[in-house]
C-alpha cells in the first residue's frame, strides 16, 4: 500500500523559515508528479507548487520567490524549503504523489506563522 507522510511543520514567527518533507513508501516507482498543496481554515485546498520526475517545478504566485519545491527520485522524498514566511501562509500543508493514473495524499502537516 502506498503511504505519503509529511513532516516539518511547526510555529515559527514572520520572516522565519521552515523545511517540509514529504516521504513515501509501499512503491518502487518514483512519482510522474508530486505536488504540495495547503489548506487554510475556511478556505479551499489550494496548489502551492508541483515539481515532475525530470524536475520541472510550478508555483503559485503567492509563493513563487519565498519557496523552493525538491525532490530525491531515488529516496520518492520531496521538500520545500519555505523562507520569509508571512501570517497567510499559515494553514495545513499536504503533499501528494501521482502515479498510473492515482494521487497518493498524506495526512498533512501543519504550518503557523505569528505575526
Known amino acids: 500500500q502506498v503511504q505519503v507522510v509529511e513532516s516539518g511543520g511547526g510555529f515559527v514567527q514572520a520572516g522565519g523559515s521552515l523545511r517540509l518533507s514529504c516521504a513515501a513508501s509501499g512503491i518502487i516507482f518514483s512519482f510522474d508528479v508530486m505536488g504540495w498543496y495547503r489548506q487554510a481554515p475556511g478556505k479551499q485546498r489550494e496548489l502551492v507548487a508541483t515539481i515532475t520526475r525530470g524536475g520541472y517545478t510550478n508555483y503559485a504566485d503567492s509563493v513563487k520567490g519565498r519557496f523552493t519545491i525538491s525532490r530525491e527520485n531515488a529516496k520518492n522524498t520531496m521538500y520545500l524549503q519555505m523562507n520569509s514566511l508571512k501570517p497567510e501562509d499559515t494553514a495545513v500543508y499536504y503533499c501528494?504523489?501521482?502515479?498510473?493514473?492515482?494521487?497518493?495524499w498524506g495526512q498533512g502537516t501543519q504550518v503557523t506563522v505569528s505575526s
Open positions: 501528494n504523489g501521482q502515479i498510473f493514473g492515482a494521487v497518493h
